[in-house]
């Protein structure tokens, strides 16, 4: 059984920067690629960024030059560093991890960028 922990959202304001996290516990982790996605209300799941074992990343037109996806396989970690936050950036943020048993969502964390 794989569980995803998402930590670091909250409020920032306009220009200003967090950092998510998402660690996965579990016995017999084989984690391929990461993602990040974000969900406003009404809308649907769109992907943020994702990273392969490689180390490969991939980011949406949106985020590109201000967000940057990063893995520790060590801890089974992956982190989104989000800079120069825009209120569009508001949203519900998940966590994605693709393994050789299947896929893994994180509960997803509140990021609201708002002066």
Not at 42 to 58: P, Y
Request: aromatic share 10%; glycine share 12%.
């Amino acid at each position: 059984q794989v569980q995803l922990v998402e930590s670091g959202g909250g409020l920032v304001q306009p220009g200003g920067s967090l950092r998510l996290s998402c660690a996965a516990t579990g016995s017999s982790l084989s984690i391929l690629d990461m993602y990040w996605y974000r969900q406003t209300s009404g809308k649907q799941r769109e992907l943020v960024a994702g990273i392969t074992s490689a180390g490969n990343t991939n980011y949406a037109d949106s985020v590109k030059g201000r967000f940057t996806i990063s893995r520790d396989n060590v801890k089974n970690t992956a982190y989104l560093q989000m800079n120069n936050l825009k209120p569009e950036d508001t949203a519900v943020y998940y966590c994605y991890f693709a393994t050789l048993v299947g896929g893994y969502w994180g509960q997803g964390t509140q990021v609201t960028v708002s002066s």
